[in-house]
């Protein structure tokens, strides 16, 4: 295992949001392929922004990054992360979470990362995508939400009065 | 018209990765209809981001918010913006820029929002949510990039290879 897991002494109770059960809204999302857009400050004080692979593990948003990667330069122990997961089509749904993060150094790929990338590219594509980076390292983020809203306009009136061009 | 034109004394060039021609990946994403991931920092120096709707205009990014938002307590003239628009399927492709920022007050909803609802949800369907929108008061934010990059991983050798399983 790559990923040691690293227990919290007294964790913070997650926001309602993200509490189990989730919404279904939440569940939806967190077990889908959409990436995760995460926000940073730069060491200048300034917003990044980067579409991210993720994992949601019921508690904490797993991100991994490759070692050497200039996000690495902003981020360490304790830094602030803010991350939506949101669909790109009407009725638009989102999550969105912030919180500080943990990072861990790996050996290699993450584990977190291989179930990523099969989940997102499917089993076959997913391992051959893994294979493909043999001999990378990596860096595990864990993402520990402080803050968490979930939004569904699909529960909007708006969208039950069809228009007919869509 | 909500949306005065405010030229700019000296515009500086735009990066290279946006300076006409575009791209055709970047021609692609900025006319689509994939909403906007924008990241910011708010008062207390975190991070935060929210996907939004934009217009490009071939020089700066439009972006409309309700008078009264949260984030509009954290911006103003000059706060710094960074953006993401890219695809939420494999291969990915996104065109990411950050720079600087102007506000901008309207007396109602502004011009760049109802261009972008019918962009975003068609013709009638756009006319209809700004209708009910009525009464409403937005402010345009006018993101000026300094920094741009393209990435396109259609051009990956990965995907000519294809695995069978998607």
């Keep these: ?3 040691p ?3 919290s002494a007294t ?3 997650l926001p309602t949001a993200l509490r189990a059960p989730e919404s ?3 569940q939806l999302l967190l077990a889908s392929r959409l990436p995760a857009r995460m926000a940073w400050v730069d060491r200048d004080g ?4 980067a579409p991210m692979w993720f994992e949601w593990d019921g508690a904490e948003l797993l991100l991994s990054t490759f070692a050497g990667s200039r996000k690495l330069d902003d981020l ?3 830094s602030q992360l803010a991350v939506t997961i949101d669909t790109s089509e009407f009725p638009y749904r989102s999550v969105k979470m912030s919180g500080p993060i943990t990072v861990e150094p790996s050996d290699g790929l993450t584990d977190s990362y291989r179930r990523a990338a099969r989940r997102y590219l499917g089993e076959q594509a997913g391992s051959a995508w893994c294979d493909a980076l043999t001999g990378q390292v990596q860096v595990l983020i864990r993402l520990r939400p402080t803050r968490a809203s979930v939004s ?3 529960s909007m009136p708006f969208i039950t009065e069809p228009t007919g061009d869509r």
């Excluded at 300034?46 to 922004?49: A, I, L």
């Design 1 to 3: 295992m790559s990923d």
């Design 24 to 26: 279904r809204t939440a």
């Design 152 to 154: 569904d306009m699909s």
């Design 76 to 78: 360490a122990d304790g």
């Design 11 to 13: 964790p913070a109770p």
């Design 5 to 7: 897991v690293v227990p």
């Design 46 to 49: 300034r917003p990044q922004v």
